[in-house]
């Protein structure tokens, strides 16, 4: 069997920027094809109040554990795909409604947990 020379092949091809994977992905100066990519700007709560984040929390063991018991006794009832997300979701329905009228955060403490979020994300 003979042996492929790939670099070879790679100068038959149409890839405008032959410097390997890098020049697949790297701008060309084609303007056609270029994107423009916009930072993310973060939803507020009154945009998208059903809009769905991952957090971590920690919680008492004995709490997670009547969580998952509730999940299987909903299971046993005939809802075979509930989840523990949902049962926290109904959770906090309830938790929330139960409460008066909680007053927002002002601004600027929103914005501080922005800004420490985007210096997180950076860091790593």
């Keep these: 069997m003979a042996k492929k020379d790939f670099k070879n092949s790679i100068n038959q091809t149409n890839i ?5 994977i890098k020049g697949l992905f790297s701008p060309t100066g084609n303007s056609e094809k270029e994107e423009i ?4 700007i973060p939803v507020t709560l009154s945009e998208n109040q059903n ?3 991952r957090q971590t929390f920690i919680v008492k063991n004995t709490h997670l554990e009547k969580l998952k018991d509730f999940v299987h006794y909903k299971r ?3 809802y075979s795909f509930y989840t523990q997300k949902e049962g926290l979701n109904e959770a906090f329905e309830v938790f929330f409604a139960s409460l008066n009228e909680i ?5 600027f403490i929103k914005d501080a947990e922005v800004q420490r979020a985007s210096r997180i994300k950076k860091s790593l």
């Design 37 to 40: 990519v916009t930072s993310k």
């Design 103 to 107: 007053p927002n955060r002002p601004d």
């Design 76 to 78: 046993q009832q005939g």
């Design 51 to 53: 809009l769905e984040v």
């Design 16 to 20: 405008p920027a032959k410097s390997g």
